[in-house]
């Protein structure tokens, strides 16, 4: 993502550097919206915080030179977020985060997926292909970028800003064993190098039953109330030296410079709660146009063509095991966006949220009159997605569509093996490293594949490309060859019986067949085979007629959304200092409250949600709402132990807090006012998923796990007792 910040270094250019200081010190007075950079917390933010009820100082929350609430927060795999809860490197996150590594441990003899797992002593610890990675330090460069790319046009800026983000990181870091990335903030007008120290040997500890963690599934994922035991537990390793390493034997757990005391104290509605973690990314300076093309084009398409792979998959997975364990981690992947982009249109749409935009930028332009360098902004603006809106579509379809189903995703790999294979000049050694790369990527691909599902997932995606996208757009004479072999293409039937030729006669699947190509390597044994043909087709044609367009409207989206912010900041200064940075996946902090909410007239919902109503929810032998036998019998003794809550005599297994988060924020610490673990931050609410563009500061609430109820399932479902010892628990 890419954000505000500055273009030149003159006298105004300076004004306007003091100005970017306020927006990342000020507080933002409507609610809790903000996702604040943990080491700019101005005075105004940080006195909110303490009014609020925060005891910790400014450097327990960060600092560079000593030990901070920051250091024990890490980037978890490639896309959450995890924390460091024990001196001896024990991670918690959420179990969708530790997902496909729970999956990848398992078989169907030990489905730790199904069973859950827990290790009873290092030595039975679990390793992965994970990494983690601890923020080392944030330091802001962008006086030496802007000096880099000083004078340079748009286009000339957009080719060369990567070139001198290299060349700062490597400065940063060479003669070090640590890595950086410098973030884009405010449109592109700021930039944040942050330093990750990295961390490859994490090892899978526990995770309770997938009917724990992920108890409610489709049904209830986005809603409140709800209960999921959405936890799992890791541990991160390093070299006997102290330093980050490759998986070893004789690795040990890695010592933290902080780790977060797990608080089972309670809290009540109102308390403070603090969130630490990585956003992945947000879009609140979005325009009135780019919310139309979202929710007329954009969401709809996506959502009405994950629908049908979703179905397809869902229908084999309910009756073997095996291609549940075999499809679990994709369809958990795709089923999660597909509720939200069908949420967040309606949530867009039902707040006003386009006209909302307009009457921005109304103010925006009257302001602009006059001014050459703003005044034609949003008539140029205008221009650009009214170009690029009628390929929209086309643009969903081919990634969502086409390139949905796997077996298309993998001929599209062949497509472009042929094309290399068919280059002038090829050498021999060229020609076997790239046909090693196709034996490899088939292997992958062949070891995820479920047959069955995928090709209905073909059939279907294919034929609603046919009629969902516009006929001028579809790739020369493809359909119309389709149709004179099968029949009507209105007919579904017809894409059913091209897809099953398809699947039985590409040599993905006929080890023979790709042996032999193996052993002779030709660009027209690929031309001949009807995936990698398929993918070929859409792949040109798009790749030919529409990347183009896609690219230069998203080059000049860009551009004009760089100037729009900076005209913001110039046009009214005491605004612009309650703004904050876009979330880019670089680590913010939040603030506010456990809170209960009225979703709508006569509706009340609490903090928190119960093991008793986890219970009423429990369906015997439910795909979604079942729930393991000892769980049962453990709540029916009434055996809370120490993690009883005794306001409701019961475990509290999930609470809200008014907290601003999106994903990236999954497996987030929430922390209470003296820095300790109440829970785990793992989704959004319903009523609110408009928050990527717009925040609502009366429904938003961020869904936890209650650390209670994390500590329970591990002692008292797993008897994982050696974890329990080895937290620092607060009573």
Not at 141 to 159: F, H, I, P, Y
Not at 235 to 244: A, E, I, Q, T
Not at 479 to 493: H, I, Q, S, V
Not at 697 to 712: H, P, S
Request: net charge neutral; with cysteine; hydrophobic share 35%.
């Amino acid at each position: 993502m890419s954000y505000i910040c500055l273009l030149k270094f003159n006298l105004f250019m300076k004004k306007l550097l003091i100005t970017l200081a306020l927006v990342l010190t000020a507080f933002c007075t409507f609610a809790d919206e903000g996702m604040w950079l943990p080491h700019l917390l101005g005075k105004q933010v940080y006195d909110d915080m303490v009014k609020r009820g925060l005891k910790l100082t400014k450097e327990q929350l960060y600092t560079v030179n000593k030990s901070s609430l920051k250091d024990a927060i890490i980037i978890f795999g490639g896309g959450c977020t995890g924390e460091i809860v024990s001196p001896q490197g024990l991670i918690f996150t959420n179990h969708h985060c530790g997902y496909d590594a729970i999956a990848t441990a398992s078989t169907v003899q030990n489905n730790y997926l199904r069973d859950g797992f827990w290790a009873k002593s290092l030595d039975q610890e679990i390793q992965t292909d994970l990494t983690v990675q601890f923020l080392s330090r944030i330091d802001d460069v962008t006086a030496q970028v802007e000096d880099s790319l000083k004078g340079l046009s748009w286009n000339d800026r957009v080719r060369a800003q990567q070139r001198v983000f290299d060349a700062l990181t490597r400065k940063a870091t060479t003669g070090t064993d640590r890595e950086a990335r410098i973030y884009s903030c405010f449109k592109g007008n700021q930039f944040l190098m942050y330093t990750f120290e990295r961390y490859r040997d994490v090892r899978f500890v526990g995770a309770p039953p997938e009917s724990v963690g992920k108890f409610g599934g489709d049904t209830d994922n986005w809603e409140w109330p709800r209960h999921t035991g959405d936890f799992s537990v890791f541990r991160v390793y390093m070299s006997k030296d102290g330093k980050p390493a490759a998986y070893s034997k004789d690795n040990v757990p890695y010592k933290p410079k902080h780790f977060l005391p797990v608080s089972i104290k309670g809290f009540k509605d109102g308390d403070y709660a603090m969130i630490y973690g990585y956003p992945g990314g947000t879009n609140r300076y979005e325009t009135s146009m780019g919310v139309k093309l979202k929710t007329d084009v954009e969401n709809p398409s996506l959502v009405g063509l994950r629908d049908v792979r979703l179905k397809s998959m869902f229908e084999e997975m309910r009756k073997d095991p095996a291609v549940k364990l075999k499809l679990a981690s994709n369809y958990a992947s795709v089923a999660n966006y597909w509720k939200f982009f069908d949420g967040e249109t309606k949530q867009l749409k039902k707040f006003r949220t386009y006209e909302a935009k307009q009457k921005e930028e109304e103010t925006f332009n009257a302001w602009a009159k006059g001014k050459p360098a703003y005044e034609n902004l949003f008539a140029d603006w205008q221009k650009v997605y009214d170009e690029w809106t009628p390929y929209a579509k086309h643009r969903m379809y081919m990634t969502e569509g086409v390139l949905g189903s796997p077996l298309a995703a993998f001929g599209s790999s062949l497509a472009g093996l042929e094309q290399a294979m068919s280059a002038p000049n090829v050498t021999p050694e060229a020609l076997k490293k790239l046909a090693a790369n196709a034996d490899a990527g088939r292997k992958i691909f062949l070891e995820s594949e479920d047959r069955a599902s995928d090709q209905r997932i073909l059939a279907q995606t294919a034929m609603m490309f046919y009629q969902n996208v516009d006929k001028s757009q579809h790739p020369a004479g493809f359909f119309e060859e389709l149709g004179a072999k099968y029949g009507d293409l209105k007919d579904p039937a017809t894409f059913s019986k091209w897809a099953a030729d398809v699947f039985g006669s590409t040599l993905a699947f006929d080890d023979t067949r790709w042996k032999a190509f193996m052993d002779n390597p030709t660009a027209e044994a690929l031309r001949q085979d009807p995936a990698a043909k398929y993918a070929s087709a859409f792949l040109n044609n798009y790749r030919t007629n529409y990347l183009p367009k896609f690219l230069a409207f998203t080059n000049r989206n860009n551009e004009l959304g760089r100037l729009y912010l900076k005209g913001i900041l110039e046009r009214d200064p005491v605004k612009a200092a309650k703004l904050y940075p876009d979330a880019n996946f670089s680590m913010r902090t939040s603030f506010g409250n456990v809170k209960s909410y009225r979703p709508r007239d006569a509706v009340f919902y609490d903090y928190v949600c119960t093991m008793k109503g986890m219970m009423e929810k429990y369906v015997p032998g439910d795909y979604e709402f079942d729930l393991p036998a000892k769980l049962i019998d453990l709540y029916n003794k009434k055996d809370f132990g120490q993690y009883k809550d005794p306001k409701y005599n019961d475990v509290v297994v999930s609470f809200i807090t008014t907290n601003d988060i999106t994903g990236g924020n999954s497996g987030s610490p929430v922390i209470n006012a003296s820095g300790e673990l109440i829970g785990l931050a793992f989704d959004g609410n319903y009523e609110a998923l408009s928050h990527k563009i717009a925040f609502d500061k009366d429904l938003n609430r961020t869904i936890c796990v209650d650390a209670r109820y994390v500590l329970w399932c591990i002692e008292k479902l797993g008897g994982a007792t050696n974890i329990i010892q080895e937290l620092k628990i607060v009573k």
